[in-house]
């Protein structure tokens, strides 16, 4: 399931990541809310929190997340990664030689400094 943070605000979305992620939480939530974004603003900051229950990606979600991504790849300014188990961090180190954006990534707990990185 994807959540999004009430922290969100202009080109700065945060959002939580826990369960399994499906394709609806990518067309029901997390692209439109980039669209919203990119119909605003040149540029998209993203933070995606981990939550201890997260189990990964149903075939067709990651699909959509690496699908979207490589798309917009110019379109993101600052991506990180907040609680990522090793395998999503090594997966999302990956991805991002493919996109012109900063990466990071934060350790469980890091919310505030993951958040203050985004922003500035």
Avoid at 2 to 19: P, Y
Avoid at 59 to 73: N, Q, S, V
Wanted: hydrophobic letters at 45%.
């Amino acid at each position: 399931m994807l959540e999004i943070l009430d922290r969100s605000t202009g080109n700065a979305l945060a959002v939580k990541a826990s369960g399994l992620l499906s394709d609806a939480d990518y067309k029901n939530i997390f692209i439109p809310r980039l669209e919203q974004i990119l119909a605003r603003h040149e540029r998209i900051r993203a933070m995606v929190c981990f939550a201890e229950d997260f189990r990964g990606w149903q075939p067709k979600a990651a699909w959509d997340d690496t699908h979207f991504g490589l798309k917009h790849r110019k379109e993101f300014a600052k991506l990180c990664v907040v609680g990522a188990d090793h395998w999503v961090e090594w997966g999302f180190n990956v991805g991002a030689h493919f996109i012109g954006a900063q990466v990071r990534d934060f350790s469980a707990g890091q919310e505030e400094d993951a958040w203050q990185w985004l922003t500035s």
